[in-house]
């Protein structure tokens, strides 16, 4: 499996990106997808979840009404909306994918895509 991210840079706070991450090299469908997101000096955290089908979502209490998960199985690409940022939510940003919704541990990792929010 390999993945893609892109779609991070610099934003106001207040305002919008949407990360994207291409999936290649097996059965997209087959694979639950993450977001997760290192901030400066912190230890990495779970952001969205989303499972195969795309019918069951998750998101971190701190992020919950501001950024949604989907999912384009045609297109073998999940993605990031992330509205309302704030300069708490600077961080690098990963995706990830295992076939396994609730696992703990994801099994793929992408090269991550820096998000920068400016007060």
């Known amino acids: 499996v390999q993945l893609q991210a892109s779609g991070g840079g610099l934003v106001q706070a207040g305002g919008s990106l949407r990360l994207s991450c291409a999936f290649s090299g097996r059965t997209f469908g087959n694979y639950a997808m993450g977001w997760f997101r290192r901030p400066p000096g912190k230890e990495r955290e779970s952001v969205a979840l989303?499972?195969?089908?795309?019918?069951?979502?998750s998101y971190a209490d701190s992020v919950k009404g501001r950024f949604t998960i989907s999912r384009d199985n045609a297109k073998n690409t999940v993605y990031l909306q992330m509205n309302s940022l704030k300069p708490e939510d600077t961080a690098v940003y990963y995706c990830?994918?295992?076939?396994?919704?609730?696992?703990?541990?994801?099994?793929?990792w992408g090269q991550g895509t820096e998000v920068t929010v400016s007060s």
């Open positions: 989303i499972s195969g089908s795309g019918r069951s979502t």
């Open positions: 990830a994918a295992d076939p396994i919704y609730s696992s703990i541990n994801y099994d793929y």
